[in-house]
């Protein structure tokens, strides 16, 4: 049976893509973990300061990965049309796109960080270790864009091991500045949150230049000259950008109605903050398998509706689907066993403890429709360029629903952060009933490359 169905060419290709994708999700989130954790032993207002730091680098990663996306529909379906040079152009628009925003954002953490802070906190405490932070790890934001606008490219032409193998090395060097910055290594004073960002400020500049060195000295096809990526015409931006912005902007307002959940839990206090921080962290490792499965089938669904075949397209999204539910259940039950075990890795207050530990249970009981929810929307409506569909479900469900619900649950009634919780999880929940009657219509498929 195994052998049968490592030969069906469609789980070949799945594999291929899925597993290094899934790598580079495990360690673009270790960074993260990694950071929590160390930062974690010097106490809660570390790991809160951190933890807001996060959700800045977590609207700005998402805000790329928007644009990214949002190029990589056109850049997939034109590698199954075979068209190089319209993926070059996308590849040049999707580029100045990434490097303008981060620029923007870089700036302001570098600029003004308190101001920042204060947009999560009124602690004093988190406020200074965070502003700190931010001044030395703004301009990664850079590094990240160019990083993640070139794997969106290499993906998209199913070359996932390089954008892999960069992160990998970005992570060990992490790994290795952590203990050397943070704790006081080799004669070193220790530097505690500010060692942490500047351990990952080189790691991520390490990253895109392991990328960027390895793209042109080997002369891939994401080696594209100046020339060749920012000569498209006014026509062609206007044809990207009819698909693509509403991805940006989908995500965009899913990330920012993400950050104003973080703020509700903020201002219930630095003790709760910490809690969701762990508890966010253990949820981005629990993402991986599922972004690896979302990412691949928007690979491989963009492919064959390029190549002219849309029976094909919709049941490889028929089989994606299937395999997102197995999966997932199978990473629920995982995360009510380990809960417990991986709370023995931070130093939190009894309480502390117990409210993480709930709301890692509260999300692994969600999980399996949240991953059908994501996987319905990125990794098939989005392949097929449906791209206004989800932005009009993800406004309705999380700006109309999410949103103003916490909000009002957890600073009028100030009910516990559980209920708030369960809430944030519900409303993700909510929208894989749209999702799977848009999929089953077949509107959804459009081909982008002869429009």
Known sequence: ??????????????????????????????????????????????????????????????????????????????????????????????????????????????????????????????????????RIVGISYVATAISLSYTAVLRSMENVILPTVSSFIALSLNTFLNWVLIFGQFGLEPMGVRGAAIATLISRLTEAAIILIAVYSKKLYAASTPREMFSFTRAFVKKVAKTALPVFFNECLWSLGTSMYTVVYGHIGTNVAAAVNISGTVERMAWIAVFGLGSSASIMIGKKIGEGEPDTAYAYGRRIMQYTTVVALIISAILFMINPQVLKLFNLMPESVDTALLLMNIFAGFFT???????????????????????????????????????????????????????????????????????????????????
């Open 1 to 134: 049976m195994l052998k049968r169905m490592a030969a069906d060419p469609f789980n070949k290709t799945l594999i291929t893509l899925a597993i290094p994708i899934m790598l580079q999700y495990l360690i673009n989130s270790s960074l993260n973990l990694v950071d929590t954790v160390m930062i974690g032993s010097m106490g809660e207002a570390s790991i809160a300061a951190v933890g807001f730091c996060n959700v800045i680098y977590f609207l700005i990663i998402i805000a790329l990965f928007g644009i990214a996306s949002g190029s990589q529909v056109f850049m997939a379906q034109y590698w199954g049309a075979k068209d190089i040079k319209s993926i070059k152009h996308v590849q040049g628009v999707g580029l100045s796109a990434g490097l303008i925003i981060s620029v923007i954002v870089a700036c302001a953490a570098m600029a003004f960080p308190d101001r920042l802070m204060h947009i999560f906190t009124s602690d004093p405490e988190p406020i200074a270790l965070g502003s700190d932070y931010l």
């Open 369 to 451: 429709l949240r991953a059908l929810s994501y996987t319905s929307c990125i990794g098939v409506l989005r392949s097929g360029g449906d791209s206004r569909f989800c932005l009009l479900v993800d406004l309705i469900g999380i700006w109309g629903f999410g949103v103003p619900l916490a909000a009002f649950l957890g600073l009028v009634l100030k009910l516990p952060v559980w209920v708030v919780f369960i809430t944030v999880n519900a409303e993700d929940t909510l929208k894989f009933i749209p999702y799977i009657l848009r999929y089953r219509s077949k509107r959804w498929i459009r081909n982008l490359t002869k429009t």
